[in-house]
């Protein structure tokens, strides 16, 4: 940490208020802190001025849409703000309906972002964490650490029972902390045309199981004791272990598959599933006296699973590779599962969190996004990993314990067809996910750090010049910012094709331009990066004021307003680049998918001295390709770094 981070700790926990000085640039600390009092001490997230959001609206087109087309949004935008117009008035009805609630946004964006999304969550929502690999390479090793693992998120979970997880702060301000009590005992449920999540953990008696799969096969195991103690690795060990040898046949039916499926597809197979109305029941008559047993066995079962705590994969062991290639197909591990074949039907892909322990050394896990965004999750992964590096474990003496027990599905002729659908589109999007994996290993934080720019904004202009090198234009490109220092703070945009990085990717490569010309705009790029960001985690970004506005119109007007409908819209929201970072302590590697048929995903964990990011794309997509992509970017980081070296007057 740098001195004027420790300084600006040093100083919160004090509670001293930070001369201006301190509080650029900003980063994330932890100290405890108690759950509701803190919550009730946030501030309420802010809508932005509505003249404020127009103009920057109008900034951020300017790199990525011809002249002609920005023109035509000019006069639209006029219209829309111009005193006594639809936009006064939409942001008025967005201005009331933040005094009422607690944040004018969350559940907003909860319905929006997910629950109202189609597409199916395995690689179009749902992220992926790979974890450095594991020593193992046999069962043993396998159950041991799974052991270790569920020990070390329990640990976790007193934390979040008792209150006494720590505060974390962001720019020496409290965040907000509501999303590490969502996570557990928590699940996505489909619904024919919008899904829900049900949450346990604060139920009047809240579940004291996980469930653990494996060769496709669900298990209940209760992890406290009679007493409410958790139970000891051992103890998890001897469990895993019963759990293993009761499901060696590997030709059962994966019913878990259904979940990676269209949400409207899944929301349909779904209630088959546990009510059993489907035209097998239908057409045989003699089935009819079993139809009660039929409707419970599937009903108690998906409940289990949604009710319990989290889910461990244990996984089959995936082909071997080259380390070259080894976290690349990691993350593939992660992100789907490898398909029907292999661990795509090991996963109830619903449930937030799914820890995946590979018999091969492979672990990680992936997790439902709709209650929580990644630095929770990273949190609660950097304890479990620290958790399971403890060697010397208690020994507990042994009470005999009852077996897991498993779940069981009765699967109809209906269910067997759509699981036969489900494991065709699961194998479709295997094939199409294009994935590349990076460690950077040059340098990491410290170099932009040595330079006096924030290394998150130095990454990101690599990043545009990267795409620019690949596509010669700019495209929208969104990076996630944490609103978390609102009560309730979900993310905002930050739109890092910018008027200055635009400047820049043009300036890089042209031979006429001088150096120190080039630094200049370099430096100028990275620190309108790093405004809009600070804009953004004040809640003064336009991404999600906009949609506010949009959602306003829809509730109190009888058509959208022009502003909604205008191409600039469209290409303004179609993020060829999806970017997020997320720094960890562990040496993790984070990945999701693109968010546009034509476009990429990108994740970052800086680390001080690499950086591991992962780049997705699409195979279907001929013009785009996350190898290119993905060295593009290792290039301009170089680049850039090369170009303040060679500039004597770049190093302040
Ligand atoms: N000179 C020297 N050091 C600087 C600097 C400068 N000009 N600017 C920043 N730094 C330092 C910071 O103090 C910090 O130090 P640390 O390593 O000791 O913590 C470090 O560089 C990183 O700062 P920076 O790169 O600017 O980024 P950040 O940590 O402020 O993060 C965001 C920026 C946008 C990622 C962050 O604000 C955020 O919103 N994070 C959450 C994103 C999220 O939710 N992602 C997941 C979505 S599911
Ligand atoms: C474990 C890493 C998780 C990162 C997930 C993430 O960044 O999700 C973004 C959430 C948001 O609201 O910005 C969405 N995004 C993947 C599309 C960038």
């Known amino acids: 940490m740098t001195l004027l981070g420790i300084l600006a700790r040093a100083m919160s926990k004090a509670g001293m208020a930070k001369p201006s000085c301190l509080v650029k640039p900003v980063s994330l600390t932890r100290i405890p802190g108690r759950y509701l009092a803190h919550q009730e001490g946030l501030p309420k997230l802010p809508v932005p001025p509505l003249s404020q959001t127009c103009d920057r609206y109008l900034a951020v087109l300017e790199p990525i849409m011809e002249s002609e087309e920005l023109n035509h949004t000019r006069t639209l935008v006029e219209e829309f703000q111009r005193p006594g117009g639809v936009g006064e008035r939409l942001q008025q009805g967005l201005e009331r309906r933040a005094q009422k609630a607690e944040n004018w ?119 406290y004791n009679s007493d409410g103690t958790p139970l000891t690795v051992d103890q998890l060990y001897l469990q895993l272990e019963k759990i293993w040898n009761s499901s060696l046949q590997t030709n059962k039916e994966p019913v878990g598959i259904l979940t990676s499926n269209h949400r409207n597809s899944w929301g349909k197979a779904y209630a088959n599933l546990i009510k059993g109305k489907n035209s097998f029941e239908d057409q045989v008559t003699w089935y009819d006296h079993l139809q009660p047993l039929l409707d419970k066995t599937n009903k108690d079962s998906v409940r289990a699973i949604q009710k319990s705590i989290f889910t461990v994969c244990l996984d089959a062991p995936m082909p071997r590779v080259s380390d070259d290639l080894y976290r690349t197909r990691a993350a593939t591990q992660m992100l789907h599962g490898g398909g029907s074949r292999w661990n795509s039907g090991n996963r109830w892909f619903d449930k937030t969190l799914q820890f995946i322990v590979g018999e091969d050394g492979t672990c990680g896990m992936i997790y439902e996004h709709a209650p929580a965004e990644g630095p929770p999750i990273v949190a609660l992964i950097d304890h479990v990993v620290e958790y399971t590096k403890k060697s010397d474990m208690v020994r507990t003496p042994m009470v005999p314990l009852a077996t897991p027990q498993k779940l069981r599905f009765n699967i109809s002729p209906e269910i067997k067809k759509d699981i036969e659908e489900a494991k065709q589109n699961m194998n479709i999007m295997v094939h199409d996910l294009d994935m590349n994996v990076i460690v950077f290993s040059y340098f990491g934080k410290n170099v932009p750090k040595s330079y006096k720019l924030s290394p998150d904004a130095f990454i990101q202009v690599a990043l545009q010049l990267a795409y620019y090198r690949m596509y010669r234009r700019c495209c929208a490109t969104y990076e996630s910012a944490s609103l978390r220092m609102f009560r309730l703070g979900r993310t905002d945009t930050i739109r890092s094709a910018s008027i200055d990085s635009a400047a820049f990717v043009r300036a890089m490569d042209d031979p006429s331009i001088q150096n120190s010309e080039k630094v200049a705009l370099l430096e100028k790029a990275v620190k309108a990066h790093r405004a809009y960001t600070d804009m953004a985690i004040r809640g003064q970004a336009i991404d999600r004021h906009l949609l506010g506005l949009k959602l306003q119109a829809i509730e109190d007007l009888s058509a959208l307003p022009d502003i909604f409908m205008d191409t600039s819209y469209a290409a303004a929201n179609h993020y060829n680049l999806s970017t997020s970072q997320v720094p960890a302590k562990t040496d993790c590697v984070m990945c999701f998918g693109p968010v546009v048929p034509d476009g990429y995903g990108v994740c970052y964990n800086p680390m001080e001295e690499h ?42």
């Not at 990011?613 to 301009?636: E, K, P």
């Open 105 to 223: 946004l969350s559940d907003w964006w909860l319905q929006t972002a997910y629950l109202d999304y189609r597409m199916p969550v395995v690689i179009h929502s749902s992220p992926g964490v790979v974890l450095p690999r594991l020593e193992f390479s046999d069962r043993q090793g396998q159950i041991r650490y799974a052991a270790k693992l569920i020990a070390g998120v329990l640990d976790f979970k007193t934390m979040i029972d008792n209150e006494t997880l720590p505060v974390e702060y962001l720019g020496g301000k409290p965040l907000c902390m509501n999303q590490y009590y969502r996570v557990l005992s928590s699940c996505r449920v489909p619904g024919l045309k919008r899904d829900s999540v049900v949450n346990y953990a604060s139920s009047k008696r809240p579940p004291t199981h996980i469930t653990v799969v494996h060769n496709f096969q669900f298990f209940v195991l209760d992890v």
């Open 611 to 652: 950086i591991n990011f992962s780049v997705s794309a699409f195979n279907s997509c001929a013009d785009t390709n996350a190898s290119r992509l993905a060295h593009g970017l290792q290039d301009a980081l170089l680049d850039l770094k090369a170009l303040l070296e060679q500039t004597p007057k770049a190093r302040l």
